[in-house]
């Protein structure tokens, strides 16, 4: 009687690995330590071998015997990472292999066996050998049930299932492209380490080596201690993801190591790691991942602040900034560089900014054969020499200056080598990231830093990501090919040169420019895209007191003028950095161009003397702008403010004059003749007293351009300036101001001597002869007191004829009666002794305007009793009656 058969030793495991179709990694449930693992080859079986690559340890190449695979998955799908129930047992002649069964549960008889599943899908056979054995005798029944189906390896279509495996990708780039970002199926073969692993990617079986991106774990050695936490990485990943079934994202390549994300219905495996302690991050490949870059940095900052596993000993370099400074909002006054800006912060203080962890354009400086650099050029002007320095630029400041941006400081950076504090930043406008728009154009490139440097951009893998677009398009700093050169002539100091793109500027009339400088606040230094010249520029019309300045010759800086710095600043806040119109008149003798600057439509000269910043220049006094200018400075100074402040006598006796009690009505007439009458009713005078000296005037004229006559269309006309120009009644040239230039050819024009305006061709214009432009007008601009013409057209046409045949070319009295713009005067006829002012009232032609002046109340009644006369006769305004009961405050009657 033979001795019973003992009971097999069960134990529990979990499944780590299938290696085959009859073999199983299986690891013990750990007891303290890292878990024991058990190779488990199923007894009484034999299972299809799977393909084999040519190694450097294995010369030949096999192929997968038909329904290797199959039932590798096979197993693979119903245990990999499943508590199972095996028994082992190790032969006398295997080192590491045990042999033994596995059951998909814990329960030996109620649970499926393993090996009785293969054979019965038919997927393995019953070991040769071992068919008359007795024990296996149910595994030999298993067999024969599956070969009469036709299942697995007992079928006809075996080659239908043999993988056709590519060993090798022959264009790793290619291939990632191929893919473009879409999620690929794969499964996790092995794992070298926490960050490294082999997988095999579906449908085509091909097997790559993969680097997570954006991580990197501590590397296992083969031969060597392995750095800290590294095996723990590796049992991590193991754990989660061996053999099982992922997606995977392909990003880039490294050293032909294929560069991706894992994706799994649990998360990203990566995050895990990180969030664990097992890795940190890696900003070259954090910069190729489609997204999660901004996960991982959180969960890396998560384990370092909780100081796990490979952060134990970690202190944090990043700076600590107060939460009240550390955001703010501001506006952009300046772009100092393709980094730098100067923003003005809510209290009006200035402050130059950093854009954190980026850097502009470099200079392409070869050393010499003795390692040193090359001196730079004379002239070299690193914003336009430098490729893409000016590009940067333009883009900063076209996007920025002026407008008011977010800010959010980043860190600080320590001043270091003769180099000041930096504090960088984050700048947004409108929701964008400036520097990752500026790296993204490849106007900027990203800073790199130590992984353990915490002292960096907020956007950092953002602007990693944008420097990869700009790399993979070649633009920027990356191009091959178009550099961008800018070849810039700059006039400044150099007399000889400004006068040689004088004339273009000049002619040109109004000309695009950018303000690259202001020194003070009516000088400035331009840059004029169309010629491609930078020029010293002095606002025209104005006198403007100068800010601090450097003494000539050395010797520390001169004090500012009173309101010199005022001035500075608001021409900088006004004009610096941005896109001006400026009109070009004059050049003085150091090669400095003299004109007017508009920003935005805004003629600077006038805003300054409106400030108070400023004062209005004699030469301005034959412009277009003189009315505007003197306005504005009288308007300044009665407000007392700029350098108007402390203006206060000299005003007072203006003042004083001005208003001083008058008891009686002053009468000291001038002899005139009214050469001009104005459709509103003004008339010009010429004092008959000067009468010589204009004909002397006109002699002069008249006979220089009969000596030298002016070639027609030599001249070039420009608004407000003196010339000569040809009166069309008589052909004769007279003086005369350009008011309109109304096209290519007609211009209208003033004659300042008489007070008429005509429309002429510019070929009837010439300059003045010398000496003869700065004698002043010989007409003077009049309104008859209290006299308010009519407002209908008709009627004040009437008006108007009455009054000129009264006085157009005639010798007449003038008396001054108050002062305004234009002053009011009475018109007296000699010889009868006849007011045309109260007479036209007399016969209702124009209506009295009533004046609150005591000195003239005289004359007032006597105009009023003018107009009841009219009234009461019903004469011409008046024939329908008495229109003052509507109209009386129109037409300025007392109530």
């Avoid at 069309?728 to 008489?754: H, N, P």
Wanted: with cysteine; proline share 6%; hydrophobic share 35%.
């Amino acid at each position: 009687m033979s001795a019973p058969t003992p009971a097999p030793a069960y134990k529990i495991g979990i499944v780590k690995q299938v290696l085959s179709g009859d073999t199983i990694v299986i690891r013990r449930q750990p007891q303290g330590g890292p878990p024991p693992e058990k190779v488990i080859a199923l007894s009484g079986i034999t299972a299809p071998k799977l393909a084999r690559q040519r190694t450097a340890n294995n010369d030949s190449e096999t192929k997968d015997e038909p329904f290797a695979w199959e039932a590798r998955e096979f197993l693979r799908k119903k245990l990999v990472g499943k508590e199972v129930i095996f028994t082992a047992e190790k032969p006398p002649n295997s080192a590491t292999r045990e042999y033994g069964s596995v059951w998909a549960g814990k329960d030996p008889t109620k649970d499926e066996n393993m090996t009785e599943a293969l054979l019965a899908e038919g997927f393995v056979k019953v070991r040769e050998g071992g068919r008359n054995i007795p024990q296996l005798k149910r595994l030999v029944e298993i067999e024969e049930t599956a070969k009469s189906q036709g299942k697995g390896i007992w079928g006809t279509d075996l080659q239908n299932h043999v993988r056709d495996i590519k060993w090798s990708v022959e264009n790793p780039k290619q291939y990632v492209n191929k893919f473009n970002g879409t999620p690929i199926k794969a499964i996790i073969e092995y794992v070298r380490d926490g960050s490294t692993v082999r997988l095999c990617l579906l449908p085509d079986y091909t097997p790559v080596t993969l680097m997570l991106s954006g991580i990197r774990c501590p590397a296992v050695k083969q031969d060597g201690d392995s750095e800290p936490y590294a095996e723990e990485a590796r049992f991590f990943l193991e754990s989660k993801l061996l053999q099982k079934d992922v997606e995977v994202v392909l990003e880039s390549v490294n050293n032909n190591n294929f560069v991706g994300t894992i994706l799994h219905p649990q998360g990203n495996i990566a995050e895990a790691l990180l969030r664990q302690g097992f890795g940190r991050c890696v900003d070259w490949s954090l910069a190729v991942m489609k997204s999660g870059a901004m996960t991982l940095r959180q969960a890396e900052k998560a384990a370092k602040e909780a100081k796990l596993r490979i952060w134990t000993n970690y202190v944090s370099t990043a700076p600590i900034i107060p939460a009240k400074d550390k955001e703010f909002t501001a506006t952009v006054m300046e772009v100092v560089n393709g980094d730098a800006l100067v923003v003005k912060m809510p209290s009006n203080v200035q402050k130059k900014i950093f854009l954190a962890s980026i850097r502009p354009p470099r200079e392409k400086n070869s050393p010499d054969e003795e390692g040193k650099q090359s001196p730079r050029p004379k002239g070299f002007k690193p914003l336009y020499d430098i490729p893409w320095m000016y590009e940067a630029r333009e883009f900063l400041r076209k996007k920025l200056v002026g407008k008011k941006v977010n800010v959010t400081i980043d860190y600080i950076q320590p001043a270091k080598d003769n180099f000041p504090e930096k504090t960088c930043c984050t700048v947004m406008a409108g929701g964008i990231n400036i520097a990752e728009a500026l790296v993204s154009k490849g106007y900027a490139i990203v800073v790199r830093y130590r992984n353990d440097n915490d002292q960096r951009s907020s956007h950092y893998d953002k602007l990693l990501e944008a420097e990869q677009k700009a790399m993979k398009a070649n633009l920027g700093v990356y191009a091959k090919k178009d550099i961008p050169t800018h070849r810039i002539q700059d006039t400044s100091g150099d007399s000889a040169k400004a006068k040689k793109f004088f004339p273009f500027l000049k002619r040109a009339q109004k000309t695009e420019a950018v303000v690259e400088f202001v020194a003070s606040g009516s000088r400035m230094r331009l840059y004029v895209p169309k010629e491609s010249v930078l020029v010293t520029f002095l606002l025209a019309g104005i006198n403007c007191p100068r800010g601090a300045r450097p003494a000539i010759g050395g010797g520390g800086m001169q004090e500012a003028e009173p309101f010199g710095e005022e001035a500075l600043q608001f021409t900088k806040e006004k004009c610096l950095q941005r896109d001006v119109i400026v009109s070009i008149e004059e050049m003085d003798k150091a090669g400095n161009f003299i004109g007017w600057l508009w920003v935005d439509n805004e003629n600077i000269s006038i805003s300054l003397v409106e400030h108070g910043l400023a004062t209005m220049h004699h030469t301005a006094e034959t412009s277009e702008y003189a009315r505007v200018i003197k306005n504005a400075e009288e308007s300044a100074s009665k407000k007392r403010i700029g350098i108007w402040k402390d203006y206060v006598e000299v005003e007072k006796e203006i003042e004083k004059e001005r208003n001083a009690p008058m008891q009686d009505r002053v009468v000291k007439y001038e002899k005139v003749v009214v050469t001009e009458v104005t459709p509103e009713g003004t008339f010009f005078s010429q004092n008959m007293e000067l009468g010589n000296k204009l004909e002397t005037l006109m002699e002069k004229i008249h006979q220089e351009f009969t000596n030298n006559a002016p070639l027609p269309g030599s001249y070039v006309p420009r608004r407000g300036q003196i010339c000569a120009a040809r009166f069309t009644l008589d052909d004769q040239w007279y003086r005369a101001r350009v008011e309109k230039l109304l096209d290519d050819k007609m211009v209208q024009i003033f004659y300042i001597d008489y007070g008429n305006r005509e429309v002429v061709s510019q070929t009837r214009l010439a300059l003045l002869p010398a000496g003869t432009e700065s004698e002043p007008p010989y007409a003077s601009e009049y309104s008859l007191v209290c006299i308010k013409f009519p407002a209908d057209a008709d009627d004040r046409l009437e008006a108007v004829r009455a009054f000129s045949l009264d006085t157009l070319n005639k010798k007449l009295l003038l008396n001054l009666e108050t002062r305004g713009s234009p002053p009011a005067v009475t018109l007296v006829e000699p010889t009868t002794n006849t007011d045309i002012g109260k007479n036209l009232i007399k016969e209702g032609l124009v209506l009295m305007e009533s004046i609150r002046d005591h000195r003239l109340s005289g004359l007032v009644a006597e105009y009023r009793l003018a107009q009841e006369h009219a009234k009461s006769s019903r004469l011409n305004l008046w024939r329908h009656g008495d229109i003052t009961e509507d109209d009386a405050v129109e037409f300025g009657a007392r109530r």
